[in-house]
Structures are given as C-alpha cells and as structure tokens.
C-alpha cells in the first residue's frame, strides 16, 4: 500500500490518540490555489510614466501641510466675509484643496511603508524608490501560460477590495496572477 499509516496507534486503552503522518496526503488548502510565478519567468517591466521622474516624498508631505494650512485659512476667510456671491465659490475651492492637501500627506506617509500602491486609473502605480523618492510606473509581463502581454491592472468591485492583477490579453478570465509587489525589484 502506498500510503501506509506509519504514525503508531498504541494505547494504554485509556486514552487513544492515533499519531498519524501525512506522507502521500494532499493537503489543498485553497481551491483556487494557483501557481507562483517568478519576476523572471513572467518577465516582469516597468515603465515609468512623466519621463521617469521621481519626486521626494519629503517634499510630496510638506506641499501637502502647505496646501492644506492654506486651504484652512482661505476657508475661514472666505467664510467670515460679508456674504457676497463670490463666497461660496471660494469656500469649496478652498475645501478642495484641503483634500488634495490631506491626500498628499496620507499618501506620502502610507507609501514610506508600503512602497507600492495603486495610483490613479486602473493601470498606474505610485512607487517609492530606496533613495525615497516617489514614481510613477506602469507593468507589464510575459504571460507564463500563452506568451502574450500582460498588463497590471487594479480590479474588482467598486465598493470592497481590489486585486493587483497582470492580466492576459489573449484569455484575461483565465490567465490572471496576483502581484505580490514585494517580489519586485527595487528602484535605484
Ligand atoms: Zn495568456
């Protein structure tokens, strides 16, 4: 028999524990359990958007520290002026621009973390480089299944999690590999 129990059953007849092994069992763990791929064997590239450019992430929090004092400023200003037509108009440029403030610091500070996120759009992604600085990139890789382009795209519901997925262009409901972006080399 190929798969022999070679645990022991012995027992003092009290309390019988069977110490079995698993030699030649299948443990599946996941249904979908796909196959890893390398960085290599998918051929892995970036490609950087704006030419490249990196920004440091130093600068990317205090312009947003910046904008958003300044948009708190302009906001109470605006708002304890006599009421004019002008007013509103102000106030919610004012409140949009404490947004873009507050995103650039969260941002900053989740990416000297992380390193990688989603950007905007479903393909670009923002980077941070060993030197600090943050880019700009696009991917795409060799699919290890047909040989043809894969593109990483952000996907999944509207409300709830997304994926990080390279996806085929000749079969994208079945040849999909989820990024784990530590795997990904990093940016001088
Ligand atoms: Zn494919």
């Known amino acids: 028999m190929p798969n022999d129990n070679h645990g022991s059953q012995n027992g003092d007849s009290s309390l019988n524990v069977g110490v079995g092994d698993f030699r030649g069992a299948n443990v599946s763990i996941n249904q979908s359990d796909r196959p890893t791929f390398t960085p290599e ?86 980077e941070m480089g060993v030197n600090g600085r943050l880019y700009v990139n696009r991917f795409t890789a060799t699919c290890p299944w047909c040989g043809s382009r894969m593109h990483l795209r952000h996907v999944g519901p509207k ?5 990080d997925l390279f996806i085929c262009e000749r079969n994208p409901r079945q040849h999909t590999i989820t990024l784990d972006p530590t795997v990904l080399p990093e940016i001088d």
Do not use: N
């Open 41 to 126: 064997q998918m051929d892995i590239q970036r490609h950087p958007a704006f030419g490249g450019l990196g920004v440091r992430s130093e600068r990317v929090s205090v312009f947003g520290y910046i904008t958003g004092i300044a948009s708190l400023i302009g906001l109470y200003v605006s708002l304890f002026q006599p009421v004019t037509g002008w007013q509103s108009s102000w106030a919610s440029l004012f409140m949009f621009s404490f947004i873009i403030g507050l995103m650039a610091v969260v941002f900053s500070a989740l990416l000297r973390r992380r390193r990688f996120d989603h950007f905007f759009g479903s393909r670009h992604y923002l």
């Open 159 to 163: 409300e709830g999690p997304r994926d």
